[in-house]
């Protein structure tokens, strides 16, 4: 039996390690660093109808216990990815999740019907309602419980593809649109995204990023992700796929405590591309040094 092994709804994973969306592309160049077969699953760069060139400009900043990125969607656009790429995320080993993002209920609803007749090569479609980091769609819709809801039950007319919706922090009630999410048909909810933030040069009076604004990612915004994977994880039904800030295999165990089945791995990938072999071997020792499950972990925190 292996101790790693975890169920997001349908989607059996063996591993709760996921590459976050945007950290790892489509996994290639990872793939030279280590064997993906280790990983649960790979969830692929944001994807768009047409190809985008992203944001112009300076788009990453060093911050305290974390970086900002308004890299905005650079992609190489689903026809491509669907000819070059899902074959080898496929042969990867990991399970494979698209990241599907768009800038109107128009956009999302092409973007599955190009991808649901190549399903058998897919896991699970990841519906990216959260970015922070385009000037229009992605956080507007995500931000209002009823859009999201509109555009869940509408994609779920489309697939019965596993449907995991990813959600923004930047709300005032995380529980109200992780239920929009739900009510409209998801398999499961992604929790977080970026945190919105800002830097400035102080020579220049003017903000670090040429957007001006970014997504806060990294290990600061750990404490809040695992508050909002707490709080929805009393209300929801649905499983709940964890990230924000995980660099060691504890994070992954207080994710995990918390109520995420899985978790996602972004930014300390960007820092130690191979961290997911020393988080495997890690967790593989806390299994066997607690003779515990990890997927038994789900869930199991205790409230004062």
Known sequence: MNALSVNVGSVNLKSPLILASGTCNFGR????YYDLKILGGISSKGLTIKPRAG??????AECDSGMLNSVGLQNPGVDYFIENDLDFMRDSGAAVIVNVAGHSYEDYIEMVK???PHKEKIDALEINLSCPNVKEGCMTIGSDPSAIRYITSELRKLT???IWIKLTPNVTDIKATALAAQAGGADAVVLINTLMGMRIDIRTRRPVLTN????YSGPAVKP????MVAECSQVLDIPIVGCG????YKDVIEFMIAGASAVEVGTACLVHPALPVDLTSDLEKYC????????????TLQRW
Do not use: H, Q
């Open 29 to 32: 160049e990872l793939s030279e």
């Open 55 to 60: 944001n112009p400009g300076v788009r990453v």
């Open 114 to 116: 190009k991808l649901d």
């Open 160 to 162: 019965d593809l596993p």
């Open 212 to 215: 001006n604004t970014g997504g």
């Open 224 to 227: 809040v992700a695992i508050r």
């Open 245 to 248: 800030g995980i660099a060691d």
């Open 288 to 299: 066997e040094d607690n003779n515990i499950a990890l997927k038994d972990l789900t869930g």
